[in-house]
């Protein structure tokens, strides 16, 4: 029999209601459970084992070094169809998918933190059966927190983290208008160096870049690397320059002509592990993670290019620390994108931020999306809670207002003036899931495009967006952009970003989501600040729509005079609200 958990009625908005308990469970080491469809409430579960939730499956007889996938499922009661019912995941080790009655609901990638998905189109009367793929990479797995059952009347209940209400730490305002572009140099030019690089900053700043990140430029390590080139993540030593690029003078060159055009430049910093034949592990050994045999280890199984860092040791605290400061007050770099942030003790991030701070006004990225990031070590985290919903929403699996759901709970966990960075791909999703053109089509790449720019939050543009690139830009190799492709993308983008430094209200204007009679497909809201006002509609699927948009009373003078900056035509035509959007069309009006 598959556990049971029963839950009042939802629809006398009870509150919400915990799914802990016995759960079945069932390990897939051959990742073959996706194929055989154990998702399906037809599936038979007589061989999975009661399991608890919420634990790591570490925890489970027999499980203590696992690492893979694992499935999970369990039973719940609703009254009837239509509920408006979500479930709220406090905490899932790594990636997981969710089905309600056999319909996938959503999914989520990353370490740590909480999700919510809608399940009310897959909500039936009566018993329900939730399934949850688990996928674990490394360390404990399973569903670690909690599964709720919340009615939406009271998400805010469930919601609300320990940092809501809180004032997120003040960024520069050079910060707060960033547009970053990730350089990969290996593949930016045929060159792969640093002067191909600055040969095309004009390019860039014409585009309305405002912050080249750089993908790390120090010495790959030898030793056990990965591919003909070895990761750009497995450094080797944190002062030195990776040859392939150049040398100090060749950057210090670029950063010279970089700061001449008015833009910035942070690199990225991989503070959490080195290379096995670092001169770390060579000149302090001590300062590195151990299993118990004294061997010095890898964070987890998959990197086996680099070694762990552990940060208990003083010693490696403040040399991390004095690096980072020599890279800001000696060569003169405004920044750090600081990979798996949420992997280094976040009290390190927060010291060394205190010792930046009194160098200059800096940028640090953060690639994690914890919410006590942004306290006092980080201006800005990964909007990994975007980016998994585009496919399902531009595919028409999900509802253009899951975005507001994703608002709705970024509102209610992460302090006041959070900055989330925002993106279509990155070289981890370009590299391991597909490049942004194929993984959305044509169409929905610029749908994508035009809503990661206009949305609240720091918009990031990867290599070769702007060629709509269709290539794997592995990390092992060097895989050329073919630049020969239209710049289409390039066009849409330097017009959005454009837009956004003419517009304040599109950098840190208030928000507010504008209703319309296709709120399924269509997303519109209205960014203000002051006078300024910008109206966006974007159709996030692949059919053509008319609709009327909904517009409060206080807010309808502002829409006279609005034009596509596209298109030069006016919002109102004089024949009602109503607008006729193509398959994955969209709108961006102005006052002009």
Not at 5 to 28: C, M, N, Y
Not at 393 to 400: F, H, N, Q, T, V
Not at 506 to 522: E, W, Y
Not at 561 to 584: C, H, M, Q, S, W
Request: aromatic fraction near 10%.
């Amino acid at each position: 029999m598959l556990s049971m958990i029963t839950t009042e009625p939802a629809s006398s908005a009870t509150p919400p209601r915990k799914l802990d308990g016995q759960w079945l469970f069932h390990v897939d080491s051959s990742r073959t459970g996706l194929d055989n469809s154990w998702y399906s409430p037809s599936h038979n579960r007589s061989d999975w084992v009661p399991a608890p939730v919420p634990a790591y499956w570490e925890t489970y007889p027999g499980l203590e070094n696992y690492d893979g996938w694992g499935w999970f499922a369990t039973k719940f009661t609703a009254e009837r169809a239509g509920d408006s019912l979500s479930l709220y995941f406090g905490g899932v080790d790594d990636d997981a998918a969710v089905w309600v009655n056999g319909i996938p609901v959503g999914g989520h990638t990353g370490y740590s933190d909480p999700f919510l998905l809608d399940i009310r189109k897959a909500v039936r009367p009566g018993e329900n059966q939730l399934v949850v793929l688990v996928k674990d990479y490394a360390g404990g797995g399973g569903i670690y927190r909690s599964v709720t059952l919340v009615d939406d009347r009271h998400l805010d209940d469930v919601l609300k983290g320990p940092y809501f209400g809180k004032h997120a730490r003040q960024s520069a305002q050079w910060v707060r208008d960033a547009v970053i572009y990730s350089v990969y140099l290996r593949s930016f030019s045929r060159e792969g160096t640093f002067a191909g690089l600055q040969n095309r900053l004009p390019e860039l700043k014409n585009m309305g870049i405002t912050v080249l990140w750089l993908m790390p430029i120090q010495p790959v390590g030898v030793k056990n690397r990965k591919g003909t080139l070895g990761s750009p993540y497995s450094v080797r030593d944190y002062y030195g320059i990776n040859p392939e690029f150049g040398t100090m003078a060749d950057f210090k060159s670029l950063l010279h002509a970089a700061h001449g055009l008015g833009l910035k430049v942070i690199i990225d910093l991989v503070a959490n592990h080195t290379s096995w034949d670092s001169k770390l592990i060579t000149e302090h050994p001590e300062w590195f993670t151990k299993a118990s045999t004294g061997a010095i280890v890898s964070p987890n199984p998959d990197w086996t290019d680099v070694a762990d860092l552990d940060y208990s040791k003083p010693g490696l605290r403040r040399y991390m620390e004095d690096m980072m400061v020599w890279w800001v007050k000696d060569v003169g770099i405004d920044g750090f994108r600081c990979d798996v942030a949420e992997l280094v003790p976040t009290d390190f991030w927060e010291d060394v931020r205190t010792k930046l701070d009194a160098v200059k006004p800096v940028m640090m990225l953060s690639e994690g999306s914890i919410p006590e990031h942004h306290m006092k070590a980080f201006d800005i985290t990964y909007s990994w809670n975007v980016y998994d919903q585009l496919a399902p929403i531009l595919s028409g699996k999900r509802p253009a207002t899951t975005i507001d759901t994703i608002l709705k709970s970024e509102s209610l966990q992460y302090p006041i003036g959070a900055l989330r960075m925002r993106f279509t791909t990155n070289h981890d999703k370009n590299a391991w899931d597909a490049p942004a053109v194929t993984k959305f089509g044509p169409g929905g790449l610029r749908a994508a495009t035009v809503l990661v720019a206009t949305m609240p939050g720091i918009p990031l543009l990867y290599t070769g967006e702007e060629v709509a690139n269709d290539r794997r830009l592995s990390l092992f190799e060097k895989v050329d952009v073919d630049w020969t492709r239209p710049r289409t993308m390039g066009n849409l983008e330097a017009a959005l970003f454009h837009c956004r430094a003419s517009h304040k209200a599109l950098r840190d204007g208030a928000f507010t989501k504008l209703a319309t009679d296709h709120d399924d497909q269509v997303y519109a809201f209205l960014r203000s600040s002051g006078d300024d006002t910008v109206i966006v509609l974007i159709n996030l699927h692949g059919e053509s729509v008319q609709c009327t948009l909904h517009v409060p009373a206080p807010e309808r003078e502002k829409l006279a005079g609005l034009r596509n900056i596209f298109t030069a035509r006016p919002l109102l035509t004089g024949k009602g609200d109503g607008v006729t959007l193509e398959g994955y069309g969209y709108g961006v009006f102005v006052v002009r």
